[in-house]
């Protein structure tokens, strides 16, 4: 829920924030965003033009955090 109003507060549409996150992790890292319709895709481009802050990085990278994992996987 946090991480939704975080999205929410940060751009226009929640799957932008996720998109800006992970292209700010890196050069080498890309996302594959799928989508059915012309409208999310435009969504997902729009995406390009959201500027993460490293206050808004070190926000998100905190929810992540505390997110309570579970299963062997993560163990």
């Known amino acids: 829920l946090l991480f939704l109003s975080f999205a929410c507060s940060s751009c226009q549409h929640?799957?932008?924030?996720?998109?800006?996150?992970?292209?700010?992790?890196?050069?080498?890292?890309?996302?594959?965003?799928?989508?059915?319709?012309?409208?999310?895709?435009?969504?997902?481009?729009?995406?390009?033009?959201v500027k993460l802050t490293p206050e808004d990085l070190a926000a998100v990278r905190s929810i992540i955090k505390s997110a309570n994992v579970q299963g062997q996987r993560y163990n």
Do not use: C, H, M
């Open 14 to 49: 929640k799957q932008q924030l996720v998109i800006a996150w992970v292209l700010a992790q890196g050069d080498d890292f890309i996302t594959i965003p799928g989508t059915k319709r012309l409208p999310y895709f435009e969504e997902n481009y729009g995406s390009l033009d």
